[in-house]
């Protein structure tokens, strides 16, 4: 427990001015108390270039180019100058730390964007007496009064509190709801008193946030094996050199000793240990110290891609795409499990009132409205909200008529919320509520005549059919997720006592009888979000009773919440049904395309949802997940795991057998589709396997504990799940949508992606490979969580099957060129010890070492990496099956690295053996020698650069003037630097460093110089379009199909037509369930929140018709009813691509 006493200050007995008082705060011992600053960066201005350094040298590949560094100051082994390695090395680092730099300086000016990181915020000590204010500077007054607080000590619960406060010689109990969380910010009042309890780190929100996992794609998993793997070639190839020096020595060493004389008799031993060292030097290059800048810049230039594609911005609300990280992009072109929540992701998240039931009547639930139809007339109440749209004019007509049933529908719905009125001009509105269901009500009743006007902590006014009236609020019974119904007890003004209930079908039918579990069904087919309403007049006697035990209850320290569930479980009996209300929330735009294409590119989706199965099963017809020939479901359920498991198992059984006679019949594996849903106890829901032949159905209404989950049953679900088509989780808590996620990667060893709007959604969304945040109407959390970000779901087709895969494609590109480059640059020297006496002499000039991956080829593997695509964005998406061969890793690979390493052996060989005997005993025109050594090695160099260039031009398929100028541009920089370097100038500057001093202006006049040149180019790109070309001929791949019908169409896209449209029979659309965050009640009756009271008015006849808003503060904050209409469409919008593509059927596809 910690203890906070303000003994200590009894001398400030007097408010100071925040100005004045910061000093005497800042000279207050630090070990006594905690100040509220936090750090959300990685470095300071301090401890930046050790830390960084640190980081860095934790790689493999600088660590040794560290340590090679070393052997090169050793004048016994070194045959390479020491800026061969020091310039690569320090460069790379440079670059890698401006990097990390710029990240952390991004990543801690967006957290502050969210934190409210001022002097006063950062001086606000633990134990403190402040009173804070709403105003913009913050004018607060600190004071340090007496009294104590014992409360438990920090920790990241968010549900619960526990403390006591004493004060003037009375203890006050601490709970949850008197707690005020770091970030948030005062509502409805101009000021209020507050004890600082947690600061800084110790904040809640800092407790829950946790270190996050540094997440790496399965080419940096890979490339660090091929690293490994590297090193050990590199120690094989020179242990191979060494006793290769060895036998050299022994063999022909002394008829050198004239002028190479032996320091003892073991010089062969030791002149074989220096020359292995030396050779480690010499044939460093195999490792590439420039891959992991590279690759570093080809990922930033593809986040920048992402981030700059219009395609991808939504101008309704002025939101870009983003790149919040930079490390991942390649593994977008690798999806194979899409994890989705669905309110707020692939629903709009804004509510609709769109049908109810009162008394066992329906309205606008038989009639199919649409924009057509005219809409209900409301001018006969000044206060409707003109953006309110009803289409069945019964239900007015019944308000009207003053139908009793009718108008206690409507009252309760006008009395029993937690809803916030503010008025600040006569007759305009504004709804402040925590969750949309609650707005969307609470205007709803306000548009039929039951107008909610103000409350105070003990009263609720409403004007009802015009007249003002005004109910005392007893008591709040309020929403939280175990009870899911919310309840009021007012006394109207004729003194009649009610409770007012209402919450999730489910709930209130334990309650009362089942009279509407008919209709509250058909709603759920409906896909709509239910809700049902019960009242009960209560015995004024009782009520004094139980409101006395109730505040006995509420000051108990101990077992408090459950004693509070008990008293309300009690008056909660024998309620009455009034009806039941449906809330539509729309599905966003281009939801069902992008499934339908998604499902196209052989990408798994799991809709993990918090609703019920009927709900749960209509949200994946609306979105295109199941579809109508899965007509047929069978559901397995059970209580226990035991239960569970015989039920998996007797299902896979089944499937076997399905599938058994799907290949007697012919059928082919993709005659058939499947589905799943599941509860938290697993519910799965197989659809119709076949056209012929449907399962039996079978559908559990019985929620248990999440008994697929756990470790003696989830392989069992698993291989259940993975045999369907789509699976819907329904019921799932966030703790819940991780542990599925989990258990995929654990198992399935393929790359998922999870993606979400809410805080509940931030679990999954750091849980996947790839975390992608929906910036909507539930606040920041999921996109500060996430690597990638937008405002709808639609983009996510254009995130994966356009930049996802053009990301991948570019990576496995650059890799196999670079590896194969540099393998071919070091395997000739190998070959060339061999004609050198293994002496560790280098074939090339020590500058054309420094410069060859610096400098020559460079910018052209870097034009690729970021400029080359195979097929533009709309034959990416003519063409979804594209994306498949990311998903198998054909592009790079293990087999793939082996073939490169090959390749580069059999090139080396022809770049060394063909020069050297194109000048075998080779003399000039004018008769003069040109076989000498720095002859041969500015051919063997230059027929390198020619070769790899070339080589470079097959790999590339998209050819851009950027592209052209890097390659022209590295070769005519390669002869301008080797002329310049080997000219007589930079020899007489300094001899030591430039020797070549005459070669490439004798050298490169010869024309036998460039027909070698010609020749082993030749003969190292013909192996490469033999084998090309008989592949493409012999078994060609989607690319090489796609690619040769953009060729026929001379790389024209189709032009648009009209979109097939999806073929959907059912009138289902999506489902949903009663969805609430925790409630306002004791803040409501606490007279905490109050500002000024509203503007009244007794009837209509006196305020005109205005508009409302409406801000709800919880979980979907941002709804607004009275904002822009649902069925506007904005101008200037541009057309996804999702609406100008076509799927084009193609047999030889």
Not at 375 to 392: G, I, K
Not at 686 to 706: E, G, R, V, Y
Not at 842 to 859: H, P, Q
Not at 905 to 931: C, E, H, N, Q, W
């Amino acid at each position: 427990m910690r203890r906070y006493s303000c003994s200590l200050l009894e001398k400030v007995n007097m408010c100071i001015r925040l100005e004045e008082s910061l000093h005497f705060l800042e000279t207050l011992n630090p070990l006594y108390f905690s100040t509220n600053a936090i750090k959300t960066s990685k470095y300071n201005p301090f401890t930046f270039l050790p830390l960084n350094l640190f980081e860095q040298f934790q790689r493999i590949a600088n660590a040794y180019f560290l340590f090679l560094l070393v052997l090169q100051v050793i004048p016994q082994i070194s045959s390479l100058s020491w800026f061969t390695t020091v310039v690569p090395l320090v460069l790379v680092l440079t670059v890698t730390a401006l990097k990390d730099a710029t990240d952390d300086i991004q990543h801690k000016d967006t957290n502050s964007s969210f934190t409210h990181e001022n002097k006063w915020y950062k001086t606000c000590f633990n134990g403190l007496f402040v009173i804070l204010s709403t105003t913009s500077n913050l004018p607060c007054y600190l004071s340090l009064p007496q009294g104590e607080v014992l409360c438990e000590p920090p920790n990241n619960r968010l549900d619960r509190f526990t403390g006591t406060l004493t004060y003037a010689g009375q203890k006050y109990p601490l709970d949850n709801e008197k707690i005020l969380l770091r970030g948030c910010t005062l509502r409805n009042t101009e000021w209020c008193f507050g004890l600082v309890l947690f600061g800084g780190p110790e904040t809640k929100l800092m407790q829950n946030c946790g270190k996050t996992t540094f997440k790496r794609t399965s080419i940096d998993r890979l490339m660090n094996f091929l690293v490994i793997c590297i090193f050990a070639f590199l120690a094989f190839m020179c242990i191979i050199l060494a006793i290769g020096n060895y036998c050299w020595e022994l063999n022909q060493g002394s008829q050198f000793i004239v002028f190479l004389p032996r320091q003892d008799d073991n010089a062969a031993g030791f002149s074989a240990f220096l020359t292995f060292w030396s050779y480690v030097i010499i044939l460093n290059t195999v490792v590439p110290i420039s891959l992991y800048v590279s690759v570093e810049i080809i990922r930033l230039g593809n986040s920048f891609y992402i981030e700059w594609d219009r395609k991808m911005y939504y101008a309704r609300k002025d939101t870009p795409a983003e790149a919040r990280t930079t490390t991942l992009n390649e593994e977008l072109g690798q999806i194979k499990y899409i994890f989705s929540d669905k309110t707020g992701t692939l629903t709009q998240n804004i509510m609709i009132f769109n049908k109810c039931s009162i008394n066992g009547k329906s309205y606008a639930s038989e009639t199919n409205f649409n924009k057509h139809t005219e809409t209900v007339d409301f001018s006969f109440n000044p206060l409707a909200d003109p953006r309110f749209m009803f289409h069945d004019h019964a239900l007015v007509e019944a308000v009207k008529l003053e139908n009793p049933e009718v108008h206690a529908f409507f009252r309760l719905l006008a009395l029993c919320h937690t809803v916030m009125a503010e008025e600040k001009k006569e007759g305009e509105i504004f709804y402040q509520a925590q969750s949309p269901d609650e707005g969307a009500l609470v205007t709803a009743a306000r548009n039929f005549g039951f107008v909610f006007r103000s409350r105070t902590p003990d009263s609720v006014s409403i004007v009802e059919m015009g007249q003002q009236r005004s109910y005392e609020l007893l008591a709040i019974l309020d929403f939280n997720n175990v009870r899911k119904r919310m309840s009021v007890i007012v006394r109207s003004p004729e003194g009649k006592l009610s409770l007012y209930c209402k919450g999730a079908d489910t709930i209130i039918y334990e309650r009362l009888h089942q009279s509407c579990s008919k209709l509250m069904d058909e709603f759920a087919g409906d896909g709509l979000r239910t809700l049902a309403l019960a009242y009960k007049d209560l015995d004024e006697e009782y009520f004094n009773q139980w409101k006395q035990r109730h505040h006995e209850a509420s000051t108990e320290m101990d077992d408090r919440e459950s004693k509070l569930d008990q008293l309300y479980e009690e008056i909660e009996k024998d309620l009455l049904l009034l009806g039941a209300t449906a809330i539509e929330d729309k599905l966003q735009d281009g939801v069902p395309q992008t499934i339908e294409q998604l499902s196209k590119a052989d990408i798994k989706i799991w809709v993990l949802t918090g609703d019920k199965q009927e709900t749960a099963e209509n949200i994946g017809y609306s979105c295109n997940l199941l579809r109508e020939e899965m007509t047929d479901v069978f559901v397995v359920s059970g209580n226990s795991s035991d239960d569970v498991r015989q039920e998996l198992r007797s299902e896979e059984v089944l499937f076997v057998i399905i599938q058994i006679m799907t290949e007697q019949l012919s059928f082919s594996h993709a005659g058939y589709e499947t589905s799943l849903c599941f509860h938290p106890c697993f519910i799965p829901l197989w659809t119709k396997l076949l056209n012929s032949q449907p399962l039996h159905s079978f559908i559990s209404p019985t929620l248990s504990q999440a008994h697929a989950l756990e470790r003696s049953t989830e392989l069992e679900f698993l291989k259940t799940a993975c045999m369907c088509k789509a699976v819907i989780c329904c019921r799932v808590t966030p703790l819940q949508k991780a542990q599925v996620v989990e258990l995929v990667k654990k198992y399935k060893q393929a790359v998922t992606l999870a993606i979400g709007d809410g805080a509940n959604d931030v679990s999954m969304i750091k849980a996947a490979h790839i975390g992608v945040g929906i910036s909507g109407q539930e606040g920041m959390q999921a996109v500060l969580s996430s690597d990638y970000s937008f405002a709808q779901f639609r983009f996510l087709e254009r995130l994966l099957l356009v930049h996802g895969r053009w990301s991948y494609l570019r990576m496995c590109k650059f890799l196999r060129y670079f590896f194969y480059k540099n393998f071919t640059f070091t395997f000739v020297h190998f070959w060339y010890a061999f004609f050198c006496g293994f002496s560790a002499q280098t074939v090339y000039d020590e500058w054309f070492i420094t410069l060859y991956n610096l400098m020559y080829t460079a910018l052209p593997v870097l034009g690729m990496s970021l400029f080359d695509q195979d097929v533009n964005d709309v034959w990416s998406f003519q063409h979804p099956q594209l994306y498949v061969p990311g998903q198998l890793n054909l592009y790079f690979s293990k087999k793939a690295f082996f073939k490169c390493a090959l390749h580069s052996g059999y090139s080396s060989m022809v770049l060394f053996f063909i020069p050297y005997a194109a000048m075998y005993d080779t003399v000039r025109d004018d008769g003069k020698d040109v076989a000498d050594y720095q002859s041969f090695a500015l051919l063997t160099q230059t027929c390198l650069l020619f070769a790899v260039s070339i080589q470079l031009g097959f790999e590339m398929s998209y050819w851009t003037a950027v592209n052209t100028f890097f390659v022209l541009g590295s070769l005519a920089m390669y002869f301008v630097v080797t002329f310049t370097m080997y000219s007589n100038g930079m020899f007489l500057t300094l001899p030591s460093a430039f020797p070549f001093i005459g070669t490439a202006r004798n050298s490169l006049n010869q024309p036998n110089i460039w027909l070698t040149i010609l020749l082993t180019s030749i003969l190292c790109v013909l192996p490469v379009v033999t084998y090309r070309f008989l592949l493409i001929q012999l078994c060609p791949s989607i690319n090489d199909k796609v690619m040769f019908k953009v060729r026929q169409a001379k790389a024209a896209p189709p032009p648009p037509t009209r979109r097939t449209r999806i073929r959907r029979t059912s009138s289902r659309r999506s489902g949903y369930a009663f969805s609430h965050a925790q409630g306002y009640g004791d803040l409501v009756t606490s007279g905490r929140f109050l500002r000024r009271p509203a503007v009244r008015s007794s009837g209509f006849t006196h305020v005109g018709r205005t508009t409302t808003g409406f801000s709800p503060m919880g979980r979907s904050a941002g709804y607004s009813p009275t904002g822009r209409p649902q069925t506007a469409k904005v101008p200037d919008v541009e057309v996804t691509s999702l609406q100008m593509y076509r799927t084009i059927k193609d047999p030889a596809l």
